[in-house]
């Protein structure tokens, strides 16, 4: 059984950094995609990044060239490096893994969110970015 804890979340300055890690385990065989996604209230939720067990990665428009996924299989856990924050990256984030393609943020948020039990995914870390 799938098993996702994230940690790392923060307040920080409009261009700060913060690194989420997220501990996972049962996600081990091939095809798996990592992915993270954020919710704010009263807005939509959005994926943010995703990487597949090639190490392949995949980012939204939003925080492309700003936020780094990883992942460290000795470790069995998922990174989101992220750089010149702003306000509007305040949000709850989560950390999340399925076996679909294509291996997208996307992906994550309409079937995995949609679809899978809830276990698919952590519970969560909030970053708040203050301006």
């Known amino acids: 059984q799938v098993r996702l804890v994230e940690s790392g979340g923060g307040s920080v300055y409009a261009g700060g950094s913060l690194k989420l890690s997220c501990a996972v385990s049962?996600?081990?065989?091939?095809?798996?995609?990592l992915s993270w996604f954020r919710q704010t209230p009263g807005k939509e939720r959005e994926g943010v990044a995703s990487?597949?067990?090639?190490?392949?990665?995949t980012y939204a428009d939003s925080v492309k060239g700003r936020f780094t996924v990883s992942q460290d299989n000795a470790k069995n856990t998922l990174y989101l490096q992220m750089n010149n924050l702003t306000a509007e990256d305040t949000a709850m984030y989560y950390c999340?893994?399925?076996?679909?393609?294509?291996?997208?943020?996307?992906?994550?948020?309409?079937?995995?969110?949609?679809?899978?039990?809830?276990?698919?995914w952590g519970q969560g870390t909030q970053v708040t970015v203050s301006s």
């Open positions: 999340a893994v399925d076996w679909l393609a294509p291996c997208t943020p996307l992906s994550i948020v309409k079937m995995t969110i949609e679809h899978r039990p809830r276990n698919y």
């Open positions: 049962g996600h081990n065989s091939p095809g798996y995609c």
């Open positions: 990487i597949d067990g090639h190490g392949t990665t």
